[in-house]
């Protein structure tokens, strides 16, 4: 039987400002592994875990065993990793299969790792989030309840309905070690998708262009604010189209290590559908131009292809695609880390650590994935040279109970 919810205060509203920055007390000092600051080492470590995939078929005991595995691993890796933060990247609960009145439970079981540790985090919605009978709104109303100061999943910053907008598009600013000035901006966006509340009809499979109008002028404000362009990561939970036109061509082992399994079916952004045949309707271009164009951007992160778990840097033509170069932005992709959803695939998670120099910028991004036997996978280091240097291959492996 799944805990039951405690009633906890809901965060007030905030305005897009205050929005912006990072819970906590208001200090403006930072300690070592706290959520809104840099370590005092200049240090910041993020776990994403993509695709959970709590509470499929509810109740089917061999489901609910699936995600007692999910905790494990959760568990194991917060443990072993100790992030500052932790990123939901969408598909946390696949709603599509839970009840209304289940929908609580659920997301308290997907949360009870990060609870049990008192550790911050922060969501995007994916695919499977909403659904004809769960609203995404109401989604984040439950985190929030839960988390209190823990939970940096914010209000909707783009004023708009849940089946047009989404819910989960907002920004946290990351301080130096000393609290007093943002280091690091994570951008948060809800690429929507699946079926949409109330109505069960299907929804668009990419960011709406009010999204990306608010990007565009929250980064142009920032830039005022601060006169500078502040480094930045973003989280979307599907993919850009333009990385499935980069894996059909051919993912290069040593230069863009991880998992890659060239039999998996791809539905990226922005695609037209109906039923199972689509085509790509270029409807991701405007969030894909926003974000190439955006000043000391560093990488983009996203799940819900389970298999693949590479990064490309977008420096060369991607043919078919608007726009066809990336300018050296990169996009990462992070395999499944529940053991709900399909495939068999090995379970892992993306680690992400940012180090800063003596005075306080952004020197290295380095990724990882670890994977469900604690091990490390695909290491390296995103910064100009990535896609020429060369890096041990990875092989595919799958979960040796069959997932």
């Known amino acids: 039987m799944a805990p039951a919810i405690h009633a906890l205060p809901l965060l007030e509203a905030k305005d897009t400002d205050s929005a912006a920055v990072a819970p906590s007390n208001h200090a403006s000092t930072c300690s070592d592994q706290g959520p809104r600051c840099f370590n005092s080492n200049g240090e910041y470590k993020i776990t994403v875990f993509n695709d959970l995939h709590f509470g499929e078929r509810e109740l089917v005991l061999f489901l609910v065993i699936k995600d007692t595995k999910t905790l494990g691993l959760m568990g194991m890796t917060l443990d072993k990793e100790k992030?500052?933060?932790?990123?939901?990247?969408?598909?946390?609960?696949?709603?599509?299969?839970?009840?209304?009145?289940?929908?609580?439970?659920?997301?308290?079981?997907?949360?009870?790792p990060l609870l049990h540790r008192n550790q911050a985090w922060a969501s995007t919605y994916g695919n499977h989030d909403p659904s004809k009978t769960v609203s995404t709104r109401t989604m984040l109303e439950f985190e929030q309840q839960l988390g209190g100061k823990n939970c940096w999943t914010k209000n909707n910053m783009v004023e708009?309905?849940?089946?047009?907008?989404?819910?989960?598009?907002?920004?946290?600013?990351?301080?130096?070690?000393?609290?007093?000035?943002?280091?690091?901006?994570?951008?948060?966006?809800?690429?929507?998708?699946?079926?949409?509340?109330?109505?069960?009809?299907?929804?668009?499979?990419?960011?709406?262009?009010n999204v990306v109008d608010w990007f565009n002028a929250q980064k142009k404000k920032l830039k005022d604010k601060y006169g500078r362009a502040i480094p930045s990561l973003a989280f979307v939970h599907i993919p850009i189209f333009a990385l499935y036109k980069f894996a059909k061509n051919g993912v290069d082992p040593d230069r863009y290590p991880g998992?890659?399994?060239?039999?998996?079916?791809?539905?990226?952004?922005?695609?037209?559908?109906?039923?199972?045949?689509?085509?790509?309707?270029?409807?991701?271009?405007?969030?894909?131009?926003?974000?190439?164009?955006?000043?000391?951007?560093?990488?983009?992160?996203?799940?819900?292809?389970?298999?693949?778990?590479?990064?490309?840097?977008?420096?060369?033509?991607?043919?078919?695609?608007?726009?066809?170069?990336?300018?050296?932005?990169?996009?990462?992709?992070?395999?499944?880390?529940?053991?709900?959803?399909?495939?068999?695939?090995?379970?892992?998670?993306?680690?992400?650590?940012?180090?800063?120099?003596?005075?306080?910028?952004?020197?290295?991004?380095?990724?990882?994935?670890?994977?469900?036997?604690?091990?490390?996978?695909?290491?390296?280091?995103?910064n100009n040279t990535y896609g020429q240097d060369k890096y041990p291959e990875v092989p595919l492996t799958w979960d040796p109970e069959g997932g």
């Not at 992030?83 to 949360?111: M, T």
């Not at 990226?268 to 955006?294: E, M």
Request: with cysteine; net charge negative.
């Open 160 to 209: 708009g309905e849940e089946n047009d907008v989404g819910t989960s598009n907002y920004y946290l600013l990351v301080n130096s070690s000393f609290g007093l000035q943002p280091k690091m901006i994570l951008w948060f966006f809800d690429r929507r998708g699946g079926k949409q509340f109330d109505n069960g009809g299907p929804m668009d499979n990419w960011v709406h262009q």
């Open 83 to 112: 992030p500052n933060l932790v990123v939901l990247n969408g598909d946390i609960v696949s709603n599509d299969q839970v009840s209304a009145e289940n929908e609580k439970n659920q997301l308290e079981i997907a949360l009870g």
């Open 259 to 382: 998992f890659h399994d060239r039999h998996e079916g791809w539905r990226p952004q922005g695609l037209d559908c109906v039923d199972n045949d689509c085509t790509y309707g270029g409807h991701d271009s405007a969030f894909v131009n926003a974000l190439i164009h955006t000043d000391g951007h560093k990488a983009v992160f996203s799940g819900h292809q389970h298999s693949e778990d590479w990064c490309m840097k977008w420096d060369e033509p991607v043919f078919g695609v608007d726009p066809s170069t990336g300018h050296g932005v990169i996009f990462c992709l992070g395999g499944h880390s529940g053991f709900g959803g399909y495939g068999a695939w090995t379970r892992s998670s993306r680690q992400i650590s940012i180090d800063t120099d003596s005075l306080g910028r952004v020197k290295t991004v380095e990724t990882y994935v670890l994977l469900e036997d604690g091990t490390r996978a695909a290491s390296v280091k995103l």
